[in-house]
């Protein structure tokens, strides 16, 4: 049976991140769509994860990433409406209980889109 990867997010003004925690991921599928993501990989015991979420407003998907680590996959989601708060990352006002806000990387915009900037090119080069 699969199950839902513990997941964290964070608000940016361009991008909204979300961090899926898988170790040792493997067969990672991520599909963006303009209102949804379907995310679901393995892990080295053979665990399937399987995540989707309808997002709180509409993404670029053509001009989204994931990145996979050792320890996780990111995923970066362009804003169709930029500079917009997104006060939660999914449509339905219903906190799954693997999902979480990464209050480590939550900050306030001011003077960070040069920051925001910089972590995409960096993602972007992988």
């Known amino acids: 049976p699969r ?3 513990k997941t964290l997010w964070y608000d940016r003004p361009r991008y909204v991140y979300l961090e899926f925690c ?3 991921s493997r067969d990672v599928k991520v599909v963006f769509e303009d209102q949804r993501l379907v995310f679901s990989c393995k ?3 053979g665990v399937e994860f399987y995540n989707e979420i309808n997002l709180y407003a509409r993404v670029n998907s053509k001009d989204s990433r994931e990145k996979r680590s050792d320890r996780s996959i990111t995923c970066f ?3 169709w409406k930029e500079k ?3 006060p939660r990352i ?3 006002n219903i906190k799954p209980a693997w999902l979480s806000v990464d209050f ?3 900050r306030d915009w001011e003077g960070d889109e ?3 900037r910089a972590m995409v090119e960096q993602y972007a080069e992988v």
């Open 3 to 5: 199950q839902p990867a």
């Open 84 to 86: 917009v708060a997104w």
């Open 77 to 79: 989601m362009r804003k």
């Open 104 to 106: 480590d990387n939550w």
């Open 90 to 92: 999914t449509k339905e």
């Open 43 to 45: 892990n080295a015991d």
């Open 22 to 24: 898988v170790e040792d």
């Open 114 to 116: 040069e920051v925001e």
